[in-house]
């Protein structure tokens, strides 16, 4: 079964509005990382945390870390048109170094 | 600029004719990953190489294997293509493995096509 599991599975926003996704996990993991997918493209890594790490920021990114809960929240402030992509949480598990499982992703829409 | 480079891009096969997909890359990583995707899903890893070392997931079919003959490239083999294995397959790269962690860079993907 994944790992990461995500929500909502689609997000449609208007550009300048924020959007905010969820990851949850089910183990014990060494890093979260998010990473950003256009339509028929590979996927492009965004931002890395690790588990002793509970928020970062990268641009107009910030994402959150709560391993109590085994949750991430990806948030994206003032979206623009070219946000527009499928958004994909991945985990790597403390007994699986250098593998990662990915979540079903979010496919966000923002719209001018 | 350094890259993960797949060709081809798109890949139309019969059902049963084998078919190989490679990955090519210039950032010197030590891992290589191969992912298939199918529409509207998570990456799913099919296996990867740390430097030589090949590690298969539990779940990929015998049908798929993968060879890395140098650093740079490695091979996604497909012996016997079924209907079910028409998907997106991601390669992808990684420095290394440690406490540090390393994000992965993907290639564009190759779409195969199932016929």
């Known amino acids: 079964s994944q790992q990461g599991e995500e929500d909502p599975q689609a997000l449609s926003i208007q550009e300048g509005e924020n959007a905010t996704m969820n990851c949850s996990y089910k183990?014990?993991?060494?890093?979260l990382q998010w990473y950003r997918q256009n339509s028929g493209r590979g996927l492009v890594h965004l931002i890395l945390i690790r588990s002793n790490e509970r928020e970062k920021h990268s641009g107009r990114l910030r994402v959150t870390l709560d391993t109590s809960k085994k949750s991430s929240s990806l948030l994206i402030t003032a979206s623009r048109a070219a946000d527009t992509a499928s958004y994909f949480c991945?985990?790597?598990?403390?007994?699986?170094?250098?593998?990662?499982?990915f979540g079903a992703g979010t496919q966000v829409v923002v719209t001018p | 600029d350094a890259m993960v480079i797949q060709n081809p891009r798109y890949q139309v096969t019969q059902f049963g004719k084998p078919v190989t997909l490679s990955c090519s890359q210039t950032?010197?990583?030590?891992?290589m990953y191969w992912y298939q995707q199918k529409s509207s899903q998570a990456p799913k890893l099919l296996f990867h190489?740390?430097?030589?070392?090949?590690?298969n997931e539990a779940d990929t079919p015998d049908n798929f294997q993968s060879r890395r003959p140098n650093t740079s490239f490695c091979f996604l083999d497909i012996r016997s293509p079924g209907l079910g294995d028409a998907a997106m397959y991601l390669c992808?790269?990684?420095?290394?493995?440690?406490?540090?962690?390393?994000?992965?860079?993907f290639g564009p993907g190759t779409r195969l096509t199932v016929t």
């Open positions: 183990t014990s993991i060494n890093n």
């Open positions: 992808a790269t990684s420095r290394d493995y440690s406490a540090s962690a390393y994000e992965q860079y």
């Open positions: 991945a985990t790597e598990s403390t007994d699986s170094w250098g593998k990662f499982q």
């Open positions: 950032l010197n990583h030590n891992v």
């Open positions: 190489y740390y430097d030589k070392d090949f590690n």
